[in-house]
């Protein structure tokens, strides 16, 4: 599978928006997301690539793309 990075981008949970939905989850390539207590999404920064799928598929708008942590 092919995964476009944005260099020196992470992904962002805005946690109050964050429904636990697990679309975000479920499309990450390289299993950086968990849902964290059924309560919000929490992203592994050393593993997280930037390639953005988990921001376009949240239907809440929650997660945002980042400069690096």
């Known amino acids: 599978m092919s995964v476009k990075v944005i260099k020196g981008k992470k992904a962002n949970v ?14 990450c390539p390289v299993d950086a997301i968990t849902i964290y207590k059924g309560i919000t999404a ?3 920064y050393a ?3 930037g390639c953005s799928k988990c921001s376009v598929v949240c239907p809440a708008y929650a997660i945002n793309m980042e400069m690096g942590r």
Do not use: P
């Open 42 to 44: 929490q992203i592994n």
């Open 14 to 27: 805005l946690r109050g928006e964050c429904v636990a939905c697990g679309a975000c989850v479920n499309v």
């Open 47 to 49: 593993r997280c690539v």
